[in-house]
């Protein structure tokens, strides 16, 4: 089974970088239509952050992290990147990895397909001074 697989977060001041990778070993991550990352902080709700299509051709990101978070995957290392920058103490949350067989879009983050896909176990990061 899928199991995607989260690196990269960590404890960062705010203004900071840093940049999350998933990967899943034994899977090809091009076979899925697209990749995705959701966050979710505590006492919060799960919040849908970014999504890239299984060319990289098409993107999608939350209002919120528009402009700050870029997502880019490398299919030749099967690894879907996040870059964070300008981080924001509200951006402190568990980073998750999701693979689905849905197109990448606004209506991504909702669809059933990607709540019932495979999810990692998460990456925390951390915003703080």
């Known amino acids: 089974q899928l199991q995607p697989v989260e690196s990269g977060g960590g404890l960062v001041q705010p203004g900071g970088s840093l940049r999350l990778s998933c990967t899943a070993s034994?899977?090809?991550?091009?076979?899925?239509?697209?990749i995705g990352w959701f966050r979710q902080a505590p006492g919060k709700e799960r919040e849908g952050v970014s999504c890239?299509?299984?060319?990289?051709?098409?993107?999608n990101y939350a209002d919120s992290v528009k402009g700050r978070f870029t997502i880019s995957r490398d299919n030749a290392k099967n690894t879907v990147y996040l870059q964070l920058n300008s981080l924001k103490p509200e951006d402190t949350a568990i980073y998750y990895c999701v693979a689905a067989p849905a197109p990448c879009g606004r209506s991504w983050y909702a669809s059933e397909k990607v709540l019932g896909g495979s999810w990692g176990l998460g990456t925390q990061v951390t915003v703080s001074s």
């Open positions: 890239i299509s299984r060319s990289g051709g098409t993107t």
């Open positions: 034994g899977f090809t991550l091009e076979n899925y239509y697209a």
